[in-house]
């Protein structure tokens, strides 16, 4: 089983939808979550950290299941310029790199 | 504050070419890192380091070497390119001591080995 999974998508939604990335991760002893954007062609860039309570920035709500072992980025009022490339991005204990998953491709359609 | 740099952006070597892509940060970051990224591969580590004069393996170190003798620098060396080696390469740091911080990546490497 890969350390984190993410579904590869595309997501094809139209402006203003509502939509969902799910991602979960295999080391209950993960400490540490976030969510990356890479656009085509560029480097990944953080989009937010992912906290135990669950967090909103502006259309974006993240959330993390510790007992299921999953995290989610909820994506509110689509715009054209969300189409990117979601990494879900998990740290764990002591000194170890961050692990990356493939990303999830979401393709915003006017 | 120019972040990560990353030289060249493009590259195209001959098989059994080797070429040291460089990578710089101005930000004092003690975490380094180089990944490759290949479509339907998702980022791969290949080397990372956590400070000038340490460095450590990731997941495909095979073909690849590093050195971290200032804080500032991480150049990536291939030794003999095989076509293997096409790839993105980014270089990444780490705001603070540690990995669970926000990763800075720099706008990549793409090489092409023919």
């Known amino acids: 089983r890969k350390e984190v999974e993410q579904d590869p998508g595309p997501f094809n939604v139209p402006e203003g939808a509502t939509v969902a990335f799910n991602c979960t991760y295999s080391?209950?002893?993960?400490?540490?979550f976030f969510w990356y954007r890479q656009d085509c062609r560029k480097e990944p860039k953080l989009l937010m950290s992912?906290?135990?309570s669950g967090n909103e920035d502006g259309r974006f709500t993240a959330q993390l299941n510790r007992a299921s072992q999953y995290i989610s980025l909820l994506i509110r009022d689509s715009k054209l310029s969300d189409s990117a490339t979601y990494l879900c991005?998990?740290?764990?204990?002591?000194?170890?790199?961050?692990?990356f998953g493939k990303g999830t491709r979401l393709s915003v359609i006017a | 504050n120019a972040g990560v740099t990353q030289t060249p952006k493009f590259q195209v070597l001959k098989t059994g070419q080797s070429m040291t892509l460089q990578c710089a940060q101005d930000?004092?970051?003690?975490?380094m890192s180089w990944y490759r990224q290949d479509p339907g591969m998702g980022l791969r580590l290949i080397h990372y380091?956590?400070?000038?004069?340490?460095?450590d393996q990731g997941e495909v170190p095979n073909g690849y070497n590093v050195s971290r003798s200032t804080t500032e620098d991480f150049p990536l060396r291939l030794l003999s390119a095989a076509p293997s080696q096409t790839s993105v390469y980014f270089c990444a740091s780490s705001r603070k001591t540690g990995w669970n911080y926000e990763q800075y990546f720099g706008p990549g490497t793409r090489l092409t080995v023919t």
């Open positions: 930000m004092n970051h003690e975490y």
């Open positions: 380091s956590v400070g000038a004069g340490i460095t």
């Open positions: 992912v906290y135990s």
């Open positions: 080391n209950s002893a993960s400490q540490s």
């Open positions: 991005v998990v740290g764990n204990s002591g000194n170890t790199p961050l692990v």
